[in-house]
């Protein structure tokens, strides 16, 4: 468990370094893995209307939910990877 953490915190400060910035969908599923994996299950009440990104954000971390947060950081993990590549 502690080297998965340490490997999901690991991506966490890869990803950042990308040279060329993900397309959204692929920033989507990044932040939902990443809430997922940190935070678990969504929480909280689901943005305005007229938030279009806080929204988007919000359903594609609701579509996890129910996946363990040792899954969501080993995909998380994955994901990373094979954009690091």
């Given at each position: 468990?502690?080297?998965?953490?340490?490997?999901?915190?690991?991506?966490?400060?890869?990803?950042?370094?990308?040279?060329?910035?993900?397309?959204?969908?692929?920033?989507?599923?990044?932040?939902?893995l990443?809430?997922?994996?940190?935070?678990?299950?969504?929480?909280?009440?689901?943005?305005?209307?007229?938030?279009?990104?806080?929204?988007?954000?919000?359903?594609?971390?609701?579509k996890?939910?129910g996946?363990?947060?040792?899954?969501?950081?080993?995909?998380?993990?994955?994901?990373?990877?094979?954009?690091?590549?």
């Amino acid at each position: 468990m502690a080297d998965l953490k340490a490997q999901f915190e690991q991506a966490s400060d890869d990803i950042k370094k990308l040279s060329e910035r993900p397309d959204n969908d692929t920033l989507l599923k990044l932040y939902a893995l990443f809430k997922q994996g940190s935070e678990g299950d969504v929480n909280g009440p689901k943005p305005g209307f007229f938030d279009f990104v806080g929204t988007a954000k919000y359903e594609a971390w609701a579509k996890l939910k129910g996946t363990s947060q040792d899954d969501a950081m080993k995909k998380y993990v994955a994901l990373v990877k094979k954009l690091t590549g």
